[in-house]
């Protein structure tokens, strides 16, 4: 099966930088990816790691370690409409996505 | 912009009765998933399907669950006698690929009493 681990709940002031961790546990393994979910909000989708490496989609950029079974995701110049929940999510099987714990993020003025 | 809808919004219903969720997936999409998010947990994966065919599903996913795709368009999910855990929000999600963006319909809330 899969696991996933992220923290809970970070806190970060409006316009710093802020990184989310995410640890996996997966038989199968075929990309790592990040979705957003405002509170009472469907998730969307923020970006999709296969590879190891760094991946930038403007202000968030997403990093995969496979040898280490862990990734990030990174927010910079935070707004106040970046408060949210953020969930990594692994690809683990033929057609499985298995999502995270959840990370509420609170930004602060 | 194509989208994923879902009906109902929101569904209220007496434990035991069956329940039928619908979901319109974005038109030339392959591949579907059913997720749950109980409020204010994770969101959990249920099943996922192609090809007219469940592809993957989770131990959640039990006997009291369905899945069915009756014509090309519409895509859903039943139960059939409901339990007060299965009060959830339930999320549909297509994708043209194996890899990448699953996008996902508002949901459906369902209230078991």
């Known amino acids: 099966g899969q696991s996933l681990e992220q923290p809970s709940e970070v806190t970060a002031v409006e316009g710093a930088i802020v990184q989310i961790n995410c640890t996996y546990q997966t038989s199968g393994f075929y990309g790592l990816s990040w979705y957003q979910q405002h509170d009472g909000g469907a998730p969307t989708f923020l970006s999709y790691n296969a590879l190891d490496g760094l991946e930038e989609t403007g202000r968030f950029s997403s990093f995969l370690s496979r040898s280490d079974s862990y990734g990030y995701l990174l927010l910079q110049e935070l707004q106040m409409k970046d408060s949210a929940s953020y969930f990594c999510a692994v690809h683990g099987g033929y057609q499985k996505v298995t999502f995270g714990t959840g990370t509420k993020l609170q930004v602060i003025p | 912009e194509p989208e994923v809808t879902q009906t109902p919004s929101h569904q209220v219903t007496q434990m035991g009765q069956e329940v039928i969720l619908r979901c319109v997936p974005i038109?030339?999409?392959?591949?579907f998933y059913w997720y749950r998010q109980i409020l204010g947990q994770k969101v959990e994966f249920l099943v996922s399907?192609?090809?007219?065919?469940?592809?993957?599903k989770s131990e959640i996913f039990d006997d009291q669950f369905s899945v069915e795709r009756p014509d090309g368009s519409n895509f859903t999910l039943k139960i059939r006698s409901t339990k007060l855990e299965d009060s959830a929000m339930y999320f549909c999600?297509?994708?043209?690929?194996?890899?990448?963006?699953?996008?996902f319909g508002e949901g459906s809330r369902l209230t078991v009493l």
């Open positions: 038109s030339n999409h392959l591949y």
């Open positions: 399907f192609y090809n007219n065919e469940i592809s993957e």
């Open positions: 999600a297509s994708t043209d690929s194996l890899t990448g963006e699953l996008f």
